[in-house]
């Protein structure tokens, strides 16, 4: 069984910053990229940034020059850091990793459970 679990969501006035964090657990082989989705009230999920097990990223334009994202290998987690956080930026965010579990033949999407953002002007 393998699970992603999200922590560091929450409230922040407009400018603020806030660091989300999400780590695999379970019996798995291997991680491959790792991201970060979100999903605002009546819109679809959409991606904000990725990166890969070699450490390439891959952002949003709406969001570049203010996130980053990071991963830490021993640690199967990966981060995200925001900062000049807008309005526009609440949503529930979600971790996705492509992970190689024990039980199956291939690396298959996995998702965390959520976490809500929630800028205010």
């Known amino acids: 069984q393998v699970q992603l679990v999200e922590s560091g969501g929450g409230l922040v006035q407009a400018g603020g910053s806030l660091r989300l964090s999400c780590a695999a657990s379970?019996?798995?082989?291997?991680?491959?990229?790792m991201g970060w989705y979100r999903q605002a009230p009546g819109k679809q999920r959409e991606l904000v940034a990725a990166i890969t097990r070699g450490g390439s990223t891959n952002y949003s334009d709406s969001v570049k020059g203010r996130f980053t994202i990071s991963r830490d290998n021993a640690k199967n987690t990966v981060y995200l850091q925001m900062n000049t956080l807008k309005p526009e930026d609440t949503a529930v965010y979600y971790c996705?990793?492509?992970?190689?579990?024990?039980?199956?033949?291939?690396?298959?999407?996995?998702w965390g459970q959520g976490t809500q953002v929630t800028v205010s002007s």
């Open positions: 996705n990793s492509r992970i190689w579990a024990v039980t199956s033949s291939q690396f298959n999407d996995y």
């Open positions: 379970g019996s798995f082989f291997s991680i491959n990229a």
